[in-house]
């Protein structure tokens, strides 16, 4: 049979889910391009700077958490990924 699925466990719901969350991510980037541009602040430099910080700071134990659970696997990262200053 042509089920279109490729003989994936998810097929088309799968497929779909997928396209769902490209869509979601395309409408939040523009959203946020548009604001930035509406509301830009004086120093870009030091807004990103600091959008960086925060989401280091706010991202990193999150991730340390998943590692540790064993949900995401960090070990393939090496050097260039920071696997070589965390691990």
Do not use: Q
């Not at 991510?25 to 509301?39: I, P």
């Not at 990262?77 to 696997?83: C, H």
Request: charged residues 5%.
């Amino acid at each position: 049979g042509g089920g279109g699925g490729g003989g994936e466990s998810g097929g088309l719901h799968a497929t779909t889910g997928g396209a769902l969350l490209c869509l979601c991510s395309a409408l939040l980037y523009a959203c946020y391009t548009v604001l930035l541009r509406a509301l830009a602040p004086t120093d870009l430099l030091l807004f990103f700077g600091l959008v960086g910080a925060f989401n280091a700071l706010a991202l990193a134990p999150l991730v340390a958490v998943l590692h540790v659970t064993g949900a995401e696997d960090l070990s393939r990262l090496g050097l260039a990924g920071g696997g070589g200053i965390l691990g």
